[in-house]
């Protein structure tokens, strides 16, 4: 079976630029999860989604970060304008939605970003 | 002061050795606690789970939360140059919002 998908792999970009990293979850998951990992901070939740609606987007950094779920096979996190400071590596995560056990969360292999 | 402690590392052992690996923690309404084990270059996959407290085994690795001290452990017995990775300590309150810790980068020496 497929796991998750992002896509790009890498991006290399100037400052300024806008930025698009793309996820598709497991199919069936009914929640999704964006991450973002720095060797400064480590691994950070930047928001979820479940059932496409988004219930938790504390994580966002800044108004300069989007994500949108339009529907239940692709989510985007949208960076305009990018700043070098959002070099890090993104990663998108799918699961069931959590009932009386736990659901793992499953992570696809991120997208390296580099803002120059 | 971080939720979630964990050590770096880097923790370089022999082939055989046994792993321990902590992780602390502030928040005492953690409830879900974690392992995750990243290779280079790629997502981190879910090693152990554990609800509340208590120790859980699975092969070769066991899990122990103490929420008394709000301090989690993971063992790895016999360990194999396989087993070289970061490991991440993760904990949440309501199993979804996942908090980690830095990550231990491991390495198992043949």
């Known amino acids: 079976d497929a796991g998750v998908i992002q896509s790009p792999r890498h991006e290399v970009t100037e400052m300024g630029q806008e930025v698009t990293l793309r996820c598709k979850p497991i199919?069936?998951?009914?929640?999704l999860f964006w991450y973002r990992q720095t060797m400064m901070r480590g691994l950070e939740l930047l928001i979820y989604?479940?059932?496409?609606?988004?219930?938790?987007d504390s994580g966002m950094p800044e108004d300069r970060f989007s994500a949108k779920m339009p529907n239940a096979s692709f989510s985007t996190l949208k960076i305009q304008p990018s700043e070098p400071r959002d070099s890090a590596v993104y990663f998108c995560?799918?699961?069931?939605?959590?009932?009386?056990?736990?659901?793992?969360?499953?992570f696809g292999d991120g997208t390296r970003l580099s803002i120059l | 002061q971080k939720e979630v402690e964990q050590d770096p590392g880097p923790l370089s052992v022999p082939e055989g050795a046994i792993v321990s690996l902590n992780c602390t923690y502030s928040?005492?309404?953690?409830?879900?606690f974690m392992w995750y084990r990243q290779y280079s270059r790629k997502g981190p996959e879910l090693l152990m789970y554990?609800?509340?407290?208590g120790n859980k085994e699975d092969g070769r690795f066991t899990a122990q939360v103490d929420k008394s001290s709000k301090y989690i452990s993971l063992f790895i017995r016999d360990s194999q140059p396989s087993d070289s990775a970061t490991y991440l300590c993760?904990?949440?309150?309501?199993?979804?919002?996942?908090?980690f810790g830095q990550g231990t980068r491991l390495t198992i020496n043949p």
């Open positions: 928040n005492s309404a953690f409830q879900y």
């Open positions: 995560a799918s699961s069931l939605i959590p009932g009386d056990s736990n659901q793992p969360q499953h």
């Open positions: 993760a904990m949440s309150w309501g199993a979804q919002k996942l908090v």
């Open positions: 199919s069936g998951h009914n929640s």
């Open positions: 554990t609800y509340s407290s």
């Open positions: 989604f479940n059932n496409n609606v988004p219930i938790d």
